[in-house]
């Protein structure tokens, strides 16, 4: 959702424009899922009361009730957010945080979009459910020391040092379909599985961040939530700006 929470990232690449969207940009392409979850909730949505809700209001309450069903947080979504008739491909490339960030790049990241060094900890909490290919991860359970062997060896069983990149291993080991803080737990532990998850826990300046999370579950859900909302209300389009799709995938 690189140009705020714009449903922009929705658009699909339309050949006979030469439009390139934000979903084959290199930290999207076969990552982002469930495109067809929102497709079918706006059908029923423009059959209910077509022209009303947008694709963006989908995307903000989804990933609420989304986080709830799995067990976490719940907070109230501010609706009116409008659609984006443009999507951004280079910015997708150059602004969406990398996997292989460290702190620091994390934290420049995430500040240009307005987000504290706290706040950035907490949405990177969202992490204890999803997971990750094998191509993004290899060189951290094979090269780097801030990892536990164990760990370390569980997860290569399913990552050979070559091929196979595209193999899936869980962002949280200790419960992947839970919304809980065993991500923190996780890094504590020296067992994130991606180099800028254990970034965050390195004997650098979000430790303490980290640990608190890992200690105080109920201290991560209310910081995770808050964040989600201010995230939730970047850049967005309101009143008569961008437009209210009939097809999420494609602009009016």
Avoid at 16 to 21: I, L, P
Avoid at 166 to 186: A, E, R, T
């Amino acid at each position: 959702m690189e140009q705020g929470c714009d449903a922009s990232v929705l658009l699909d690449d339309d050949d006979t424009s030469n439009f390139t969207g934000e979903k084959s940009a290199a930290p999207n392409a076969n990552s982002l899922r469930g495109f067809e979850v929102i497709d079918s909730i706006k059908s029923k949505l423009e059959t209910a009361c077509p022209g009303v809700v947008s694709c963006a209001d989908i995307l903000a309450v989804a990933a609420r009730d989304s986080v709830a069903t799995l067990g976490g947080p719940t907070w109230t979504v501010e609706l009116g957010r409008r659609d984006s008739t443009t999507a951004s491909f280079s910015n997708a490339n150059t602004d969406l945080a990398s996997p292989l960030m460290n702190l620091d790049e994390l934290i420049s990241v995430f500040s240009k979009k307005g987000f504290t060094e706290k706040e950035m900890v907490a949405l990177s909490g969202s992490h204890t459910t999803g997971k990750a290919r094998c191509l993004l991860f290899r060189n951290r359970i094979y090269n780097e020391t801030n990892i536990d062997s164990e760990f370390a060896k569980s997860i290569q069983s399913n990552c050979p040092s070559s091929g196979g990149g595209d193999n899936l291993s869980p962002l949280d080991d200790g419960s992947p379909v839970i919304f809980d803080n065993s991500y923190f737990k996780n890094l504590v532990n020296n067992k994130g599985l991606l180099h800028s998850d254990q970034a965050l826990f390195n004997g650098g300046s979000m430790d303490s961040q980290v640990a608190t999370y890992s200690e105080n579950p109920i201290t991560f859900y209310v910081d995770f939530a808050n964040a989600m909302v201010k995230m939730g209300n970047l850049s967005v389009l309101t009143g008569t700006d961008g437009e209210i799709r009939t097809n999420c995938r494609k602009v009016n």
